[in-house]
Each structure stands twice: as C-alpha cells, then as structure tokens.
C-alpha cells in the first residue's frame, strides 16, 4: 500500500498510526501540503491528503481510509467490538476532525507555523488569541469529561484514541501545551497514546521534514531509512492547494 501525504498532517498521522498498529507495510509520497499535480488531482478530485493506494484502488478522506483498513485486514482492531461504543468511537473521532482540526489546525497551527512558511506571510494573530482564550479551552472542557483517567477509551488504544491525540502533537509544533492542573486526564491521555509506538515511531520523520525545506525532505526523510515511493506526485506549485482531511 501506499500513502499521499505529509507526516505532519494529523489526519496522515491517523492513518499511519493505524497502518502500523495493524501491521501493515507501506510506503509514503511524502507531499507538502498546499503543493500538488496534476497527476494528485486525478486520485484526489478534492485536492486534499491523505490518499490510499491499494493496488489499483484509490480511496481519499482519513476517515474512510481508516474504515476501509478495518474491514479489510486482519490485525489490531481500529473500532471497538460493542455497537454503541463503535458509534462512540465514530462519533469522537469526527469531532477531533472537524472541530479540534478547526481549533488546533487552523486556529493555531496553520496561523503560527504553516503560513509563515508556505506563504512568507505572518498568521491572523487575532484568530490565534481567540484559539487560546476561547476555543481550546472549550475543546479541552469537553475532552476532560469523555476521556478516561488511565488506559485508553475502549480497553486497547484504537482509532478514537489516536484521532484525538493527533491533533496536539500538531498543536504543540505551534507551541500549545495543555495545562496538566486544569485538565489532567486529557493531557494523560494524549501523552499515553502519543507514546504509544504506532505514533511514537513516525516522530523522527516528522521531526526530519519540519526541519527542512520542502526541496530537501524527501532527502532528509530518506536518511532516517522512511519507506518513500520511488516517484512524488507533488509539485512546487503552492497555487494547486493541497489541503489536508
């Protein structure tokens, strides 16, 4: 299999979080969000990251990546067996896409860490103020009332768990913590998950393609031995818009 997309993405991150909790070999186009062809328009009419290539199946949105892993390969359950906790656990993770990605993506971590670097511009700082008295406060609020104390949402970690902490590692790349005093059992939570080896082990190729500029990360990911397609499918072009969902 093989996966569009950037490491820093959260939404990316899911699916590979996923991918290696079930043991599942891949390799990744590492694009740039905001960069794209033609050639990524015609497997992701959306323009957006992740995409998943099984073969000759093409299937975009980490959400239904995820669900697709789940129902076609064995390994380490992404959902929860009971029905109503798989709803939960659908129901969590759309709210860590839309409105923690709308909190901690573009409230925060697109305005302080990607628009100075894809467009030489600073961030809207008034929105960035509004994040962090407002909105992440109310986001972690909620958190703190769904997520256990010890161990993970449903017994062993899955999709949920991982959807949810995804988006902090991001936030913390734009220099949010949360406060451990205000809201200790969601900061136990995300560190336990991102500690968990399905997350802690893509770090260093985050951390390698963070640190350069897009024209050197493919080098960069390649020294730390990442599993990177022969050929990318991204261009320099930041007018083709790839987004990320």
Partial sequence: MKIV???VSPYVRKVLACLNLKGLAYEIDPITPFFGGDDFERISPLRRIPVLLDGDFALCDSSVICQYLEEAYLGH???PADPK???WARWLEEFADTRMGDV???GLFYQKAVHPVVWGEPGDAARVEKTLIEDAPRVLDYLEGQLPGEGFLFGDIGLADISIASFFRNAAYAGFAIDPVR???TAAHVERTLGHACLADLLPFEDAQRSVAPAGRRAALQALGAPLVAESLGTRDPRKGVMTL
């Fill in 77 to 79: 359950p992404l959902f």
């Fill in 5 to 7: 997309g950037s490491y």
């Fill in 85 to 87: 906790d798989r709803a």
């Fill in 183 to 185: 809201w200790p059992k």
């Fill in 104 to 106: 901690f993506i573009w």
